[in-house]
């Protein structure tokens, strides 16, 4: 499993206006990345909205326009399955590379809670349910929290 060596993040989400935007592809793992991440939220003492998208692909635009709208910052969970074309690339790259676009383009922070997976197994490992040996929704969700604070911190140098 990719968790060995993850950082413990103490967050604090009070005060924050948190989205997570989840693709509804794979809808047994994308629930359970969905939930964690609002435990994880709602834990933080965080106010949470959420949006459904269509799949990963939208992730990005509706980001994009949830920052801009004015949340501190988005969790984006989606669930993208390898298949036997080019399509699995294709959909990850423009995901990553739009969520990663959306983030320096509004200074916001992305939470990227987006699972690029070889097969069904690897997201139910990951998405936090009963007997899940990870819960990638939380920890995206405490990532966004860290980073808000993370920015803060940064812009203050300035003041």
Same mark, same amino acid.
């Given at each position: 499993?990719?968790?060995?060596?993850?950082?413990?993040?103490?967050?604090?989400?009070?005060?924050?206006?948190?989205?997570?935007?989840?693709?509804?592809?794979?809808?047994?793992?994308? =629930?359970?990345?969905?939930?964690?991440?609002?435990?994880?939220?709602?834990?933080?003492?965080?106010?949470?909205?959420?949006?459904?998208?269509?799949?990963?692909?939208?992730?990005?635009?509706?980001?994009?326009?949830?920052?801009?709208?004015?949340?501190?910052?988005?969790?984006?969970?989606?669930?993208?399955?390898?298949?036997?074309?080019?399509?699995?690339?294709?959909?990850?790259?423009?995901?990553?590379?739009?969520?990663?676009?959306?983030?320096?383009?509004?200074?916001?922070?992305?939470?990227?809670?987006?699972?690029?997976?070889?097969?069904?197994?690897?997201?139910?490992?990951?998405?936090?349910?009963?007997?899940?040996?990870? =819960?990638?929704?939380?920890?995206?969700?405490?990532?966004?929290?860290?980073?808000?604070?993370?920015?803060?911190?940064?812009?203050?140098?300035?003041?």
């Amino acid at each position: 499993m990719s968790g060995a060596g993850a950082p413990t993040l103490t967050t604090d989400g009070t005060g924050l206006t948190i989205a997570i935007i989840a693709g509804q592809w794979h809808a047994e793992i994308s =629930d359970g990345l969905r939930a964690g991440a609002r435990r994880a939220l709602e834990a933080a003492g965080a106010t949470v909205v959420e949006y459904a998208v269509p799949g990963s692909f939208e992730l990005p635009v509706v980001s994009k326009a949830v920052l801009e709208a004015g949340a501190d910052a988005v969790v984006a969970l989606g669930v993208i399955i390898r298949g036997g074309t080019p399509h699995f690339e294709y959909v990850s790259a423009a995901a990553t590379d739009g969520l990663t676009r959306v983030a320096l383009d509004t200074g916001k922070p992305v939470g990227f809670g987006v699972l690029t997976l070889d097969d069904e197994q690897q997201g139910l490992d990951r998405a936090g349910l009963p007997g899940s040996k990870e =819960d990638k929704g939380a920890e995206a969700a405490d990532a966004a929290i860290a980073a808000v604070h993370a920015l803060r911190a940064a812009r203050r140098l300035g003041a």
